[in-house]
């Protein structure tokens, strides 16, 4: 059974920093690509990055270029987002999915809630 | 990387049919055949409902069923039941190499 399941999320203050991480079981981790996938409190979806099966090819949404960056452990069926100089409006749920056939989102996880407040 | 249009809000009784439109531009939905439809309850993580426009995955009932034309794709709900009440989310790829989702829509069984 594939299971994707997040952790990390919290409180931080503006301008502040933490690290998702989405540990993944029940299928082969190193031969997908994977994704983020962002909700803010009673709002719509939002893709912020998706990252290749070894790492080498990165996307992510405007919004987030330059602050957020996505990688992998393969070795640990583990995927991760840093995210740097936290606003407010990157308050949000944060999913983790599997990316197939290169844009459907297959399986999610659960979420982490991230909250950015002083 | 605009959102793509969603209608707010949808609503059916139980066994009619009900459509949902999403509209993208000639740089996503019009570029690819790459359109999937997410169906969310509320506190639930999304749901793949259809993918590359009009396929569904294992287990989701043929009463959902996805098509496309031009920057427009759609979902289609038919046999409309009390448990299909949820949001509604398409997504598209880009030719930015990213994906886009839809703004979504609610659908109410009446």
């Known amino acids: 059974e594939v299971q994707l399941v997040e952790s990390g999320g919290g409180l931080v203050q503006p301008g502040g920093s933490l690290r998702l991480s989405c540990a993944a079981s029940?299928?082969?981790?190193?031969?997908?690509?994977m994704s983020w996938v962002r909700q803010a409190p009673g709002k719509g979806l939002e893709w912020v990055a998706n990252?290749?099966?070894?790492?080498?090819?990165?996307y992510y949404v405007d919004s987030v270029k330059g602050r957020f960056t996505i990688s992998r452990d393969n070795a640990k069926n583990s995927l991760y987002l840093q995210m740097n100089s936290l606003r407010a409006e990157d308050t949000a749920v944060y999913y983790c999915?599997?990316?197939?056939?290169?844009?459907?989102?297959?399986?999610w996880g659960q979420g982490t809630l991230v909250t950015v407040s002083s | 990387q605009s959102a793509l249009t969603q209608p707010a809000s949808v609503s059916g009784s139980p066994g009619q049919s009900i459509t949902i439109s999403c509209t993208g531009t000639?740089?996503?939905?019009?570029?690819?055949?790459?359109v999937s439809w997410y169906q969310q309850h509320p506190g639930k993580a999304p749901k793949l409902m259809i993918y590359?426009?009009?396929n569904r995955p294992s287990g989701v009932s043929n009463r959902f069923s996805g098509s496309k034309s031009g920057n427009t794709a759609s979902l289609t709900i038919s046999g409309l039941q009390a448990e299909d009440e949820a949001d509604y989310y398409c997504?598209?790829?880009?030719?930015?190499?990213?994906?886009?989702f839809g703004t979504g829509t609610k659908v109410t069984v009446l």
């Open positions: 990252i290749k099966q070894d790492g080498s090819e990165k």
């Open positions: 999915a599997r990316l197939v056939a290169v844009a459907t989102l297959d399986y």
């Open positions: 029940g299928f082969s981790f190193s031969n997908y690509w």
């Open positions: 590359e426009v009009s």
């Open positions: 997504s598209s790829y880009t030719r930015s190499s990213t994906l886009v």
């Open positions: 000639s740089s996503d939905v019009g570029a690819y055949n790459y």
